[in-house]
């Protein structure tokens, strides 16, 4: 069945840190990626999405490519700020959507 | 445009009660979605609906009952709470499947004693 597998947290950064969050997954057909956040006490909120191969999705400073050859939909931002801190989460739909577990980011001053 | 809503925002129930979770959505959107999640877990789906009068079982449907009469709605049932149903639960809702997205409301966090 589909999965997705992402880097286990916490992950503590600080301010202007480079970012990566580790995204991989398993899917019998061709399937969409996302990237959603969850800030504090509330629901999911789109980040960013990417719906075929070699696709690169981005928005707000933050990037994911779609890369079939491996698998994978890494979320990357270059320069991270104290409001990043939130918990993402890489999912994917296909005949079904599934949520990695989700990874706690906290940026300090 | 008030986007997907979800009522009770906290609630605690003892085993054996039963509850509906409330949720609505404005958008016009004919998939509708209920997810638990649990901590340190990412979202499960518990079950869905592609439209009015139409819904399916999720991955974790054990213990919930659904109904979608009307394209805004659809709430979801509890029977008989058990403490392993103590989750903080999702709707969401999408114009369609696929690369669509998903919107969801703030959820309701649910102890059950």
């Known amino acids: 069945g589909n999965s997705v597998t992402q880097m286990e947290g916490p992950v503590t950064l600080s301010e202007e840190a480079f970012l990566t969050i580790n995204c991989t997954y398993t899917a019998t057909g061709y399937p969409s990626l996302f990237w959603y956040v969850q800030y504090p006490g509330e629901g999911l909120q789109l980040l960013l999405k990417a719906t075929k191969a070699d696709d690169k999705g981005s928005n707000k400073g933050f990037e994911a490519t779609y890369r079939k050859e491996t698998t994978s939909f890494h979320l990357e931002k270059g320069s991270v700020q104290v409001s990043d801190s939130a918990v993402y989460f890489c999912a994917l739909v296909d005949n079904d959507m599934r949520f990695g577990a989700g990874t706690r980011l906290t940026v300090k001053p | 445009n008030a986007g997907v809503t979800q009522t009770p925002k906290f609630r605690i129930l003892k085993i054996g009660q039963s509850m509906t979770l409330q949720c609505a959505q404005d958008?016009?959107?004919?998939?509708m979605y209920w997810y638990r999640q649990d901590p340190g877990m990412g979202l499960k789906l518990i079950y869905y609906?592609?439209?009015?009068?139409?819904?399916d079982k999720g991955e974790v449907p054990n213990g919930y009952n659904v109904s979608r009469s009307t394209t805004e709605d659809f709430p979801l049932r509890l029977e008989l709470a058990a403490p392993s149903q103590t989750s903080v639960y999702f709707c969401a809702s999408s114009s369609g499947t696929s690369g669509e997205t998903q919107y969801f409301g703030p959820g309701t966090r649910l102890l059950v004693l």
């Open positions: 958008m016009n959107h004919n998939y």
């Open positions: 609906s592609v439209g009015a009068g139409i819904t």
